[in-house]
């Protein structure tokens, strides 16, 4: 079973700064928080990930609670292009050949002209 | 890079035919995904290969599912009897080993099973 929760839908306007919360509760001290999206009719597409210090590249940023339970992507200015679905995934990161992500259903983002 | 290259894109069968998808990894990539989506379930991961070798089919649905890695370039993902509530989108993946932070999708195959 997916061991995190996120909303199911969100709205955003374009150009506006894209929000999308992810609470993990239960994530243990060695487990990643990973983010997907998948545009309609794509393959999923990474994004980003981190494990307790936020971390930003060239798509997003990744903001981590200091507890871990919880964690927002940020797509700072959003556009048309970056509506599609969003999953947030906990795993342990170079795991030998325990490689599975547990996969959600995400958070339907639709960014609105 | 090709990326991830999956065919065929569309497949139309008839219940009962033997359905087989193909799935082309990205060269130096040692582990190797498929996974299954539809509406209701999500995104399911079905089995998963490192280096040439299953190391969880857990997911696979029953035995009418089978899946190869004859080599480090090729992988199939076998259904006989094909049956109507196989029908989905049927996705590759493929992951770089000790780096295997990210995985990189394919383009999918869709199945519609009548």
């Known amino acids: 079973d997916a061991k995190t929760t996120q909303p199911t839908s969100m709205d955003c306007a374009e150009g506006r700064a894209a929000n999308l919360p992810c609470n993990h509760s239960?994530?243990?001290?060695?487990?990643?928080v990973y983010w997907y999206r998948q545009i309609h009719s794509q393959g999923p597409q990474y994004i980003i990930h981190?494990?307790?210090?936020?971390e930003t590249n060239e798509m997003a940023s990744l903001i981590i609670t200091e507890d871990r339970k919880s964690s927002t992507l940020i797509l700072p200015h959003a556009t048309l292009r970056d509506t599609a679905v969003y999953y947030c995934?906990?795993?342990?990161?170079?795991?030998?050949?325990?490689?599975?992500?547990?996969w959600g259903l995400g958070t339907s983002l639709a960014v609105n002209p | 890079d090709a990326g991830v290259i999956q065919s065929p894109r569309h497949e139309v069968t008839e219940m009962g035919q033997e359905v087989t998808l193909r799935c082309k990894p990205i060269?130096?990539?040692?582990?190797l995904f498929w996974y299954r989506q539809t509406m209701m379930r999500g995104l399911e991961l079905l089995i998963y290969?490192?280096?040439?070798?299953?190391?969880?089919d857990s997911g696979m649905p029953e035995d009418r599912f089978s899946a190869k890695m004859p080599n480090a370039s090729f992988s199939t993902l076998k259904i006989q009897p094909s049956e109507p509530r196989d029908s989905a989108v049927y996705f590759c993946?493929?992951?770089?080993?000790?780096?295997?932070?990210?995985?990189?999708f394919g383009p999918g195959t869709r199945l519609t099973v009548l």
């Open positions: 993946a493929s992951s770089l080993g000790a780096a295997d932070n990210e995985q990189f």
């Open positions: 060269s130096g990539h040692n582990s």
């Open positions: 290969f490192n280096n040439n070798v299953p190391i969880d």
């Open positions: 239960t994530i243990s001290g060695n487990e990643y």
């Open positions: 981190g494990l307790k210090n936020n």
């Open positions: 995934i906990v795993r342990v990161a170079n795991a030998g050949n325990n490689r599975k992500l547990i």
